[in-house]
């Protein structure tokens, strides 16, 4: 699942988007609530996409390679 | 924090300024009861926080206490500039021989207390400062050093009064500067300050405004004076529409700090400033360079994307800005890119080109180097801490000025 902002974009890989654990995890440690735990997995909130503050705070609390925050203004960059 | 007159008049006597033997009353029976006390001619004055009660019939004067008792009746029914009265001052009709002006108001640009005193009271000092100007005394005086008498004589002898009239007037100005820096005022005024004819003087008006900040120095006073919490500051200021969209923007989002204001400006160029002293330094710098200011707005504390958005947004939106300069001095806790995202965002959702619409990005510090690729991709034009405020501004006023002309 991947969604852009205008200057960001953040994608969480199709194999870790039914996993609610994560997506409580996910939402407890975003500072600007990106993230959405569900019953089903994880959702992501388009219009607080670019709010992102670049933490990576969400690189820290998922599995090696489970999300990904892209910088759109430099032609798409992960933040890692 | 305004004060109506009976008010002022209180604290003008708790300073030890004589004053007549006036009483407040909300009940124009009790109005009789107090002109029966004065025992003579009594004058019956509207409390409202307007000007223009003489010409309104807000004050009447009265023979009687049944006269003064029927004007007091009409005079608490009475609404003054869409004022309705706190209630009638019942004061006795002094025996004048001479009116006075003494006054102490806070100087902006000086940053000093300014006192100023006049032989020609009763009317308006603006007026005697303009028409008579050799009948104005004027002197500042510290906040920090101690106060002294002697400065107040010299003011009152500026204005050209001398013999018992400078004797009897020097320790009542004295008392209303002290009264004026003990009570955190911006203003205290007392017009007129008469000279009856037995030779004493009495305060016959006064008008007091508080510094708002100094509320909460000033409890017991205010609360000696029997004003609640409820009433705030009193002031009677109405908010623009751009403020009012300010305003709802910055309290929809905890993050950050922005305000708006444009009471007073009429110019082209939209204003986000702010960081450290930014705004003032920033807004000075745009008009003492020819620039005209839309408005005035300061950003700050870390704001969201959304709060930077919104602030560009509602500049925008205000007639006749096309262009808007971000402009703020180094900034620490306040992140570049995000105010960056901000007002491009604000742009593309207004249909306009962020390239054309943001004459110049000025704001070096936390997080530049990504607000900077941020700008790059748009084309927006754009500075770092090498160029100081006042180029930066006066490229934004050259820019928008410039391709208006």
Known sequence: ?80 | MRFFEYEAREIVKRAGIPVTDYGFTTDAAEAKTIAARIGGPTVIKSQVLTGGRMKAGGVKFADTPEEAEAHAADILELEINGHEPRGVLVDPKADVKQEYYMGVVWDGAAKRPLMLFSDMGGIDIEQVAEEHPDHVGRGHFSTLDPFSDFMAKQVIADAGVTGKALQRCTPILARLAQLFLDNDMLLAEINPIAELHDGTFVALDAHMEMENEGMGRQKALIKALGIGAEEGTRETYVPSAFEEAVSAVDAADHRGVIQGKDNGFDGTIGLIIGAGGGSLTLTDAVRQQGGKPANYSEIGGNPSVAKACGLAKAVLAKDGVEKIAVMMSIVSNTRVDIVARGVIKACLELGKDPAETIAIFRIPGAWEEEGFKILDKYGIEYCDRSVSLWEAAGRAVAKIQGEAA
């Open chain 1, 1 to 80: 699942m991947r969604k852009d902002a205008i200057f960001i974009g953040v994608e969480v890989k199709d194999e870790y988007t039914s996993d609610p654990a994560l997506g409580a995890k996910l939402n407890e440690v975003c500072p600007v609530n990106i993230y959405r735990g569900t019953e089903t997995g994880v959702d992501i909130d388009e219009a607080a996409i670019d709010e992102c503050v670049l933490c990576g705070l969400c690189y820290d609390a998922a599995p090696e390679g489970a999300v990904a925050v892209l910088k759109l203004y430099e032609d798409g960059a992960a933040l890692r």
